[in-house]
């Protein structure tokens, strides 16, 4: 039968490219929860207990005077975003749909655009959990200052791309060894828990205790997203850059092991299993 060619320019096929990501990040949001709004109140409520649980421990163990000099609330919640943040987005990508997928087996349909909406739709769960706990906080409680805002985001993105980073080379060997994959993945997000550096600062840190954090992409993230919040706190054992570095070099091995996976894996692997 006769039917009618059409000629995709590139400005058509960028469009078609993110509606497609658009609407597979909408997906990925909804997953689990049936809606975004519930999948936003559960985040919400999730980085409200952390925050919560943090602040009492602090108060109950007089660690208090230990923190950074300023807002003790802020100083909890910078440590809290960027961690949660950093751990969603590995657990994202980790998470998302592989070349087995019965998704894939829609025509435009395909794992970069599977792995993208997953990170998206992490980031955008914890950005605007952060913007209404800062708001909440800011209206109902007392006024929250930043010191410079645009940095502190800024350290706040670099903590999602490094865990995308992490989720790469995770989601690249997930189908060669699916359990070990499980495992270090709920390690890694347990040992931040504490390596991440969210209860105390580098400057505060005996000299001997530093090389055990030094290691930590998450940790010089936020370290400097506290030296970009609080006025009186200048990082002098962290660099922006390294975490940067860390997620680059990170993010090419992931891409081009998943891209090494992607030719070879097979639904009969599974079968196997």
Do not use: C
């Given at each position: 039968?006769?039917?009618?060619e059409?000629?995709?320019?590139?400005?058509?096929?960028?469009?078609?490219?993110?509606e497609l990501?658009?609407?597979?990040?909408v997906?990925?949001?909804?997953?689990?929860?049936?809606?975004?709004?519930?999948?936003?109140?559960?985040?919400?409520?999730?980085s409200v207990?952390?925050?919560?649980?943090f602040?009492?421990m602090?108060?109950v163990?007089g660690?208090?005077?230990?923190?950074?000099?300023?807002?003790f609330?802020?100083y909890i919640?910078?440590?809290?975003?960027?961690f949660m943040?950093?751990?969603k987005?590995?657990g994202a990508v980790?998470?998302?749909?592989?070349?087995?997928?019965?998704?894939?087996?829609?025509?435009?349909m395909?794992t970069?655009?599977?792995?993208?909406?997953?990170?998206?739709?992490?980031?955008?769960?914890?950005?605007?959990s952060?913007?209404?706990?800062?708001?909440?906080?800011h209206?109902a409680?007392?006024p929250i200052?930043?010191f410079?805002p645009?940095?502190?985001?800024?350290?706040?993105?670099?903590?999602?791309?490094?865990?995308v980073?992490?989720?790469m080379?995770?989601?690249a060997?997930?189908?060669?060894?699916?359990?070990l994959?499980t495992?270090v993945?709920?390690?890694?997000a347990?040992?931040?828990?504490?390596?991440?550096g969210k209860?105390?600062?580098?400057?505060?840190?005996?000299?001997t205790?530093l090389p055990?954090?030094?290691?930590?992409?998450?940790?010089?993230?936020?370290?400097?997203?506290?030296?970009?919040?609080?006025?009186?706190?200048?990082?002098?054992y962290?660099d922006w850059?390294?975490?940067?570095i860390v997620?680059?070099?990170?993010?090419?091995?992931?891409?081009?092991?998943?891209f090494?996976?992607?030719?070879?894996?097979s639904?009969?692997w599974?079968?196997?299993?």
């Amino acid at each position: 039968m006769f039917r009618i060619e059409r000629r995709d320019t590139a400005m058509t096929r960028a469009f078609t490219l993110g509606e497609l990501i658009f609407h597979a990040t909408v997906r990925n949001t909804r997953k689990g929860y049936g809606s975004g709004l519930m999948a936003l109140m559960m985040n919400v409520l999730q980085s409200v207990i952390f925050i919560a649980a943090f602040v009492i421990m602090f108060t109950v163990l007089g660690l208090r005077g230990n923190a950074i000099r300023g807002d003790f609330v802020l100083y909890i919640m910078t440590g809290i975003f960027l961690f949660m943040t950093h751990i969603k987005a590995m657990g994202a990508v980790v998470g998302s749909e592989g070349p087995t997928s019965p998704m894939m087996k829609h025509a435009p349909m395909n794992t970069a655009i599977a792995i993208t909406a997953a990170a998206l739709s992490s980031l955008y769960l914890q950005t605007l959990s952060m913007f209404l706990i800062l708001f909440g906080v800011h209206v109902a409680w007392h006024p929250i200052e930043i010191f410079d805002p645009a940095g502190a985001a800024m350290m706040f993105l670099l903590a999602w791309f490094v865990g995308v980073a992490i989720g790469m080379v995770l989601l690249a060997v997930k189908p060669w060894f699916p359990n070990l994959v499980t495992v270090v993945n709920s390690v890694y997000a347990r040992v931040n828990m504490i390596a991440s550096g969210k209860m105390f600062v580098a400057n505060t840190l005996p000299s001997t205790l530093l090389p055990f954090f030094d290691w930590n992409p998450l940790f010089h993230a936020i370290d400097q997203a506290r030296g970009y919040t609080f006025i009186n706190y200048n990082p002098h054992y962290t660099d922006w850059h390294y975490p940067l570095i860390v997620g680059t070099v990170l993010l090419v091995i992931g891409l081009m092991g998943e891209f090494y996976t992607r030719r070879r894996t097979s639904l009969s692997w599974f079968a196997a299993r």
